[in-house]
């Protein structure tokens, strides 16, 4: 069974620029996750999709946004970008929503550095 | 809301030795989950772990052991016969139960063990 697969794996944006990542899940998993991770502020939440819906969204500006497609593909968008946007972006998926014992699986990441 | 603490930021075991990796967690919620999290190097994160809080028995899995501590809001990973593919970085993670708007993970820092031959 494949896992999680999150393209590009790296890139290279400059400031203002507008980046598009995407993850798609393990086959049958409807909820994907996103985080990002940095040296400073550690693993923080994005949001959740599970059924092409938002089902919550963690303290980030509007400039980050996400959509889920109904094969459960998820994509992440960060328009504007700012330096400090340079981080590991992680996608994670899982079979269930809002279920507290449903496993979390992760992607290996798309890492973005903003020059 | 729920914040999650890894005190030490980096440890070192000897291999084939124990070593016992420390998290603290704050909530006000009497049911939740608790996760260990595995980051090698450019790699993927793994489930190492999970501890549901309404059950008293500590959780195991193979070489992996936790320390529970309700009360204490303690949630320990002991690695046992320490290999060098246990080298990463290790995440302690909370998560609310049930609750689809709050189903998210709280993680802490994250502590980078290194194993020496």
Not at chain 1, 29 to 58: A, M
Not at chain 2, 54 to 66: C, L, P
Not at chain 2, 95 to 100: A, K, L
Request: charged share 15%.
């Amino acid at each position: 069974k494949a896992g999680v697969t999150q393209t590009p794996r790296y890139l290279i944006k400059t400031r203002g620029q507008q980046v598009t990542l995407s993850c798609s899940p393990i086959s049958g998993h409807r909820s994907v996750s996103w985080y990002q991770q940095t040296p400073g502020q550690g693993l923080q939440f994005l949001f959740e999709y599970f059924s092409e819906t938002q089902r919550n969204k963690g303290n980030f500006p509007g400039r980050f946004s996400g959509r889920q497609f109904s094969n459960s593909r998820s994509e992440m968008n960060v328009s504007t970008l700012e330096l400090g946007d340079s981080a590991l972006y992680l996608c994670a998926s899982s079979t269930l929503w809002g279920l507290g014992t449903g496993e979390l699986f992760f992607g290996e990441g798309s890492r973005l550095t903003v020059l | 809301a729920q914040t999650v603490t890894q005190s030490q930021p980096e440890m070192s075991v000897q291999e084939a030795e124990t070593v016992t990796l420390s998290c603290t967690y704050d909530t006000s919620e009497s049911d939740y989950y608790l996760f260990w999290y595995k980051q090698p190097p450019s790699r993927q994160m793994i489930l190492v772990i999970r501890q549901e809080a309404y059950k008293q028995q500590n959780a195991t899995e193979n070489r992996f052991s936790v320390n529970f501590q309700k009360a204490a809001k303690s949630f320990s990973l002991k690695i046992s016969d320490s290999q060098l593919g246990d080298a990463a970085m290790y995440f302690c993670a909370y998560r609310s139960p049930n609750t689809g708007a709050n189903s998210k993970l709280t993680f802490g820092k994250g502590i980078t063990l290194s194993v020496r031959p």
